[in-house]
Nanobody, 123 residues
Framework: QPQLLESGGGLVQAGGSLRLSCAVS????????MGWFRQAPGKEREYVAA???????NSANSVKGRFTMSRDNARNTVYLQMNSLKPEDTAVYYC?????????????????WGQGTQVTVSS
């Protein structure tokens, strides 16, 4: 099974940018569709973005136009470029993988998860 390791989180001022990375080991990334989710304290885990095995990407309305998900199968890594960050984007961000070519926008659609990386946006 794949192992997922997120990195790139941190503290940033509102309006700033961060790029999250998710390195996949143990399996070839090209076999999986990938997603990013986030969870703020006291809230449910919510969908952020997903990308299928051939590079088609989708994102939640709350981040559309600000966040972009991409993948580099040669590096076994997916990315989440986050621009124009807002305080409400503060959360732990999780990378997730699912076998097969199709996107999923709910957590139950994913069988493999990373440990998460904290993103904090100050006002």
């Amino acid at each position: 099974q794949p192992q997922l390791l997120e990195s790139g989180g941190g503290l940033v001022q509102a309006g700033g940018s961060l790029r999250l990375s998710c390195a996949v080991s143990g399996r070839t990334l090209s076999s999986y569709s990938m997603g990013w989710f986030r969870q703020a304290p006291g809230k449910e885990r919510e969908y952020v973005a997903a990308i299928n095995a051939i590079g088609y990407a989708n994102s939640a309305n709350s981040v559309k136009g600000r966040f972009t998900m991409s993948r580099d199968n040669a590096r076994n890594t997916v990315y989440l470029q986050m621009n124009s960050l807002k305080p409400e984007d503060t959360a732990v961000y999780y990378c997730a993988a699912r076998s097969g070519p199709t996107l999923a926008t709910t957590p139950v659609g994913y069988g493999y998860w990373g440990q998460g990386t904290q993103v904090t946006v100050s006002s």
